[in-house]
């Protein structure tokens, strides 16, 4: 924990060139906050130094505490900029914002955007890049200090039903993947650029479309740019950063796109973009001004947007016929492939989920029948299916619990339920009457503590915080 405070205070003192550049007010913010983070990561380096003995491996249990403490904390200091400069007055505020930012949501309680100075905008889209892969997965990449706890780690904090390796050790698979993440979020910054948008604008809208988060640096979105090449280019990287990154490696390093033609996951992620945007264009052009291409541009861009969890808009979808909410409301569920910086189910469950339910519609008609679920030409294991129903289960009741608790502080049943399902799949977009970016500032503060721990399950995969919060967990044995 020691190494990942050091590791943000470092993060916070690059944040704060930026208030040099610009001549900006929030300097003080961030050296506080650098300050305050190096301190307590020097202190719990020298507890654990003290502390520490030949048999103190780090077990599977210390890496779940690790990787959802490292959230927790992240997000603690993280506020501190927001916080001390002033701009967002209440910490509640600060917390939620940077939680939001961590956990690659996009849900923001900033209400003028563009009256924010560089330094906390681009804080705000670092700490979407930062979480992306997952702080826990940078540090075990980069600074492979842990030793065997580095397997403890990944199992916590690798994203899907089945955690496959790019190499026998953890840390040379992560470092392999980060460059991967970095070659992407540099090539969409030059591709932005290319387009029009400006310098900053195109570094920071890149972080976040790597990380599939969403922050934007504008009030409207991408909307605010007007620009038909800007919204194919994010469409693209937002589609990219979707894949599975062990896939995309392959592809990109090792020129293997025989991989991604093969791969279960990527046909079922590939195949749900194409029906959903088929069916939101469709209904556009019949019921809306929108010409063929605006139909299907409009389509393509924000089903790519909420299927990968992004959160982009080029405008407010709510002001579509509700039937396109559903549609738009379903791709909140589904979420991309595993092994990829999105939230939401993942493709990889859905599959086995509809492969799982035509199977026992067979078995009913031929009960001695063996009927094998196959993903990539292997056999699911029961374990494995049996872990994916679990997970469908806890993410439905998770859910309707978020959607009864909203319901209970006042808020709209529509809105209700499109604020549980945008906060546990990290989405950042809601549906309801009151718009798809609704005033989340305007949420009580209960809410907004819940919101922001809907977003940790929802970012850890639902079981690595819940297991935390058995007894059974705290144990000894």
Avoid at 171 to 182: A, D, K
Wanted: charged fraction near 10%.
């Amino acid at each position: 924990m020691g190494v990942l405070l050091l590791i943000e205070s470092g993060l916070l003192l690059l944040c704060a060139l930026l208030p040099l550049f610009y001549r900006e007010n929030d300097l003080f913010g961030f050296i506080l906050a650098a300050f305050t983070s190096a301190c307590f990561g020097m202190t719990s380096l020298i507890i654990g130094r003290s502390t520490r003995n030949k048999e103190s491996a780090m077990t599977r249990r210390d890496g779940y505490i690790v990787v959802a403490a490292s959230w927790v904390l992240f997000s603690l200091f993280g506020s501190l900029p927001y916080f001390v400069s002033g701009y967002i007055p209440s910490y509640t505020d600060a917390y939620f914002e940077t939680m939001s930012g961590f956990t690659t949501t996009g849900a923001t309680i900033i209400d003028n955007i563009e009256a924010m100075p560089h330094g906390l905008l681009f804080w705000r889209s670092l700490t979407q890049w930062i979480g992306g892969l997952g702080i826990v997965f940078f540090t075990v990449a980069v600074l492979p200090i842990f030793g065997v706890g580095e397997v403890q780690l990944f199992a916590a904090e690798a994203i899907g039903p089945t955690h496959g390796k790019l190499h026998p050790r953890i840390s040379v698979s992560g470092r392999w993947i980060i460059t991967v993440y970095i070659l992407i979020t540099l090539l969409c910054a030059v591709a932005l650029r290319l387009c029009g948008m400006g310098v900053f604008d195109s570094i920071n809208h890149a972080l976040c479309t790597a990380a599939t988060g969403g922050f934007s640096t504008k009030n409207a979105s991408i909307g605010y740019f007007n620009s038909h090449s800007i919204e194919y280019v994010i469409t693209f990287f937002m589609f990219l950063s979707g894949i599975n990154y062990g896939l995309l490696f392959f592809v990109i390093f090792r020129g293997q796109l025989r991989k991604l033609a093969d791969d279960t996951e990527f046909k079922w992620f590939l195949g749900l973009i194409l029906l959903f945007t088929f069916i939101v264009a469709v209904s556009l052009y019949i019921s809306t001004p929108y010409n063929g291409t605006a139909s299907l541009r409009n389509a393509l861009f924000h089903v790519t947007a909420i299927i990968t969890t992004t959160g982009f808009t080029t405008t407010d979808y709510t002001m579509w016929p509700p039937f396109i909410w559903m549609i738009l409301g379903l791709c909140m569920y589904m979420g991309a492939c595993a092994g990829s910086t999105t939230g939401g189910m993942k493709s990889i469950r859905i599959a086995i989920l509809l492969k799982s339910m035509r199977n026992e519609f067979n078995r009913i008609l031929h009960p001695n029948a063996i009927l094998p679920i196959r993903v990539n030409s292997k056999v699911v294991p029961n374990s494995t299916k049996q872990s994916v129903l679990t997970f469908s289960i806890f993410f439905f009741a998770l859910v309707f619990v978020g959607w009864f608790f909203y319901l209970a502080i006042g808020i709209d049943i529509a809105e209700a339920y499109g604020i549980s399902i945008s906060c546990l799949s990290n989405v950042g977009l809601t549906i309801g009457y009151h718009g798809c970016n609704i005033p989340w500032s305007d949420m009580p503060t209960i809410g907004k503590w819940f919101s922001t721990f809907l977003m940790l399950i929802g970012r850890l995969e639902v079981f690595s915080v819940l297991l935390i919060l058995t007894p059974t967990f705290w144990k000894h044995r």
